[in-house]
């Protein structure tokens, strides 16, 4: 097999699943043989660059060796036979002249395709909460959850025999590790396949079976995780750790998503890598400058005011904000909030008439 995949599908090796599945839609549409200007050869080679770029197995094989060792490497999932027994493109092009039938053609492909070899299983994903404080999201943490799932048994390794236990043949598909269904379709009949549900796939069974996950691989235990918290993440923001969901007998485990709640803080609240405060200053430290102790997120630094500041006016503590990465850090903007007093004395009344006579 000479031929590139990729190259004929017009896709590259680092692209997804669904866009390869876009990429021979489209072709699928252009080529068809049955369409104007169609071409059936080109039709084949497409079918057959998707059924290897579109199996996980296939394409791994296939990026490693340049070809398909996998049983029905080309030509397809099983039952996809382009113009065998039971499925009749001509047939079909009549239906849709006839202006009976209008579907596209590309849902049927992916029916085809999807439903044509058995589909690995996958454990479900869980989703948690996990509050943390302020500060631990600024500079990053550590953090152990306890959940209650499905894991891999620990006795077994996975495997649902005893240990030391012979194995012996599926009784229920004989071995396959498959069971073939046979279907019809507006197309015809073709056949699937499925995973054997007894075997999980794997064509035997352990004779005598773990004691401890009663052969199934799997047990809902309490499991510990560690969870390590970027430094700077977001209140609201969604950590993901692939394959520590719920473990399935005979399958992946999903994925375990983890939702960050951030606790307010007393002083601060944030503002992209910056952190931002009000600070209340008397009105004498506004008029002739002084100097305030600020609690920043590490130490107690001394902020110097200068005289005549605005109210609203903000100033800026370099460097103690949130972490951008690189060593780099967003600033601390401390508002100041200018406090008049609320009643004067017949004192300090007497002294600001003489400000006045100032013209201040
Ligand atoms: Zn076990
Ligand atoms: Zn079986």
């Known amino acids: 097999m000479d031929e590139d995949y990729y190259k004929i599908l017009g896709v590259g090796k680092s692209s997804s699943k669904n866009e390869i599945k876009k990429a021979f839609h489209k072709l699928a549409h252009k080529y068809h043989p049955d369409k104007k200007g169609g071409d059936e050869v080109m039709f084949k080679k497409i079918s057959e660059a998707y059924s290897v770029l579109s199996d996980d197995k296939k394409k791994a094989e296939y990026d490693a060796y340049g070809k398909v060792f996998s049983e029905g490497g080309s030509g397809g999932a099983q039952g996809f036979d382009f113009g065998g027994a039971g499925f009749d ?5 009549q239906q849709q002249a006839s202006g009976g039938v209008d579907f ?11 439903g044509g070899r058995p589909k690995t299983k996958r454990g479900n994903d869980i989703a948690i909460d996990l509050e943390i404080s302020f500060k631990e999201a600024v500079f990053g943490v550590q953090r152990k959850v306890f959940i209650t799932k499905n894991s891999v048994c620990d006795s077994c390794s996975g495997s649902g025999a005893k240990p030391g236990s ?3 043949t599926c009784s229920i598909c004989n071995g396959n590790g498959q069971i073939h269904e046979t279907k019809r379709s507006l197309l015809g009949t073709f056949s699937s396949a499925r995973m054997c549900d007894h075997c999980h796939g794997k064509g035997s069974v352990p004779k005598n ?5 009663h052969g199934e691989g799997v047990s809902r235990k309490q499991t510990e995780i560690v969870v390590n918290i970027p430094l700077g993440i977001n209140n609201g923001e969604m950590i993901r750790l692939s394959g520590s969901g719920e473990a399935i007998a005979g399958g992946i485990s999903g994925d375990l998503y983890i939702k960050i709640h951030v606790s ?5 609240r944030r503002e992209g890598n910056n952190l931002v405060m009000d600070l209340n200053i008397k009105l004498t430290d506004a008029l002739l400058g002084s100097s305030y102790d600020i609690e920043t997120l590490e130490e107690r630094i001394n902020l110097k005011i200068p005289a005549g500041v605005k109210f609203g006016e903000i100033l800026r503590i370099r460097e103690k904000g949130i972490s951008m990465g690189n060593s780099k850090r967003g600033d601390i903007l401390v508002k100041l909030n200018i406090q008049l007093p609320d009643k004067l004395s017949k004192k300090t009344k007497s002294l600001i008439e003489e400000i006045k006579k100032e013209g201040i």
């Not at 596209?104 to 999807?114: M, N």
């Not at 079976?209 to 996950?213: G, M, T, Y």
């Not at 307010?264 to 601060?268: A, G, I, L, P, V």
């Open 89 to 93: 493109f001509s047939s079909f092009a």
């Open 104 to 114: 596209d053609l590309g849902d049927i492909f992916g029916d085809i395709f999807g």
């Open 166 to 168: 012979e194995k012996e």
């Open 209 to 213: 079976k773990c004691s401890s996950c």
């Open 264 to 268: 307010d803080h007393k002083t601060f």
